[in-house]
């Protein structure tokens, strides 16, 4: 069992997943079930939730021709951030697009990016991780 202090702070929980059209719906009810248990509120839950489905959907298009490929959720609290790390086997660098307003696709990294506190990507050994980060208050601190 791998330690559970995390690079940037403690890890809450991880989900690997199949890469396929319900691993979204399983990675948005691990936030589900990670912001009841701590508390963080409604706003926390909506925008988690929201941010992890369009992260963990971008796999879908950039991984369904890897076949045995999966993808990894990992949350964490990081101070006062909740934080969420997908990771994917593609090292090809997510980046924010212009889409025209008859396109369907290309919003989500846009959406993720105003949505959160802080967001980005970076290199794994099996490919990439992207990554979003909520300013959160964290009530269970407080209980005795």
């Excluded at 059209?21 to 990675?27: D, F, G, I, M, W």
């Excluded at 090292?91 to 696709?105: L, S």
């Amino acid at each position: 069992m791998s330690d559970p202090v995390c690079r940037d702070g403690v890890e809450l929980g991880r989900l690997r997943l199949p890469v396929t059209v319900t691993s979204p719906k399983a990675a948005r009810d691990l936030i589900g079930i990670m912001v009841a248990q701590w508390g963080l509120g409604q706003e926390v839950d909506f925008v988690a939730r929201l941010a992890v489905c369009e992260l963990v959907t971008n796999t879908l298009y950039h991984c369904a021709a890897m076949p045995g490929s999966t993808v990894l959720v990992v949350i964490s609290r990081v101070g006062h951030l909740f934080r969420v790390d997908v990771h994917d086997g593609t090292t090809v660098a997510p980046r924010i697009r212009r889409p025209a307003d008859t396109e369907e696709t290309g919003r989500g990294l846009a959406l993720v990016s105003a949505l959160t506190h802080d967001c980005g990507h970076y290199l794994t050994p099996f490919g990439k991780a992207v990554w979003f980060s909520l300013k959160a208050h964290w009530p269970v601190d407080h209980v005795v």
